[in-house]
T-cell receptor, first 115, second 111 residues
Framework: GAGVSQSPSNKVTEKGKDVELRCDPI?????LYWYRQSLGQGLEFLIY????????KSGLPSDRFSAERTGGSVSTLTIQRTQQEDSAVYLC?????????????FGEGSWLTVV | LAKTTQPISMDSYEGQEVNITCSHN???????ITWYQQFPSQGPRFIIQ???TKVTNEVASLFIPADRKSSTLSLPRVSLSDTAVYYC????????????FGTGTRLTVIP
């Protein structure tokens, strides 16, 4: 597609359930990012994939959060045993690669509500 | 980590020029400066990017002084639809934890 695609756009889940959020980056983009944004707050970095390199997981808030990227394209962010504080919009972004100056393009986000 | 500092909010009347300044005192040699716009319930949208001096595109200008420790996004003749949060991002793509989004500047355009 023309832009970064995320699904689902909205998800309501019960506390304690697991959720999976999907991201389709722009075709040809080797770098993929996940950010989290709570209501009225700035963007919080979660994880970064670049080509075949080991992902930068330094932003994941707990071991309940994990992400994978299959075939260097689609990525899935998994949140296990969801808590109410996990409620936020989860933004995926991609860029051409590791060179400096590459613009990051964002998807519209997956809005997660944990009840 | 190139942390950024921006004003939390700004108000402007329609038709005026708006300048939003971002401070990034510990910017690194490889870092670029990028500005994003975010409307409610949407992902951030790229506005402009620069490394030094001045960059201009169809929607904005970016002014970067020689020491690169700050940058100013200039929006000419703002309209109500420019009401949004504007983020200054400083970093290189060589490591994602270099890419720091601050809390942004909430611009409100008043009729």
């Amino acid at each position: 597609g023309a832009g970064v695609s995320q699904s689902p756009s909205n998800k309501v889940t019960e506390k304690g359930k697991d959720v999976e959020l999907r991201c389709d980056p722009i075709s040809g983009h080797t770098a993929l990012y996940w950010y989290r944004q709570s209501l009225g707050q700035g963007l919080e970095f979660l994880i970064y994939f670049q080509g075949n390199s080991a992902p930068d997981k330094s932003g994941l808030p707990s071991d309940r959060f994990s992400a994978e990227r299959t075939g260097g394209s689609v990525s899935t962010l998994t949140i296990q045993r969801t808590q109410q504080e996990d409620s936020a919009v989860y933004l995926c972004a991609s860029s051409l690669g590791g060179a400096t100056g590459n613009t990051i393009y964002f998807g519209e986000g997956s809005w997660l509500t944990v009840v | 980590l190139a942390k950024t500092t921006q004003p939390i909010s700004m108000d402007s009347y329609e038709g005026q020029e708006v300048n939003i300044t971002c401070s990034h005192n510990n910017i690194a040699t490889n870092d670029y400066i990028t500005w994003y716009q975010q409307f409610p319930s949407q992902g951030p949208r790229f506005i402009i990017q620069g490394y030094k001096t001045k960059v201009t595109n169809e929607v904005a200008s970016l002014f970067i002084p020689a020491d690169r420790k700050s940058s100013t996004l200039s929006l000419p003749r703002v309209s109500l639809s420019d009401t949004a949060v504007y983020y200054c991002l400083v970093g290189s793509q060589t490591g994602a934890n270099n890419l720091f989004f601050g809390t942004g500047t909430r611009l409100t355009v008043i009729p």
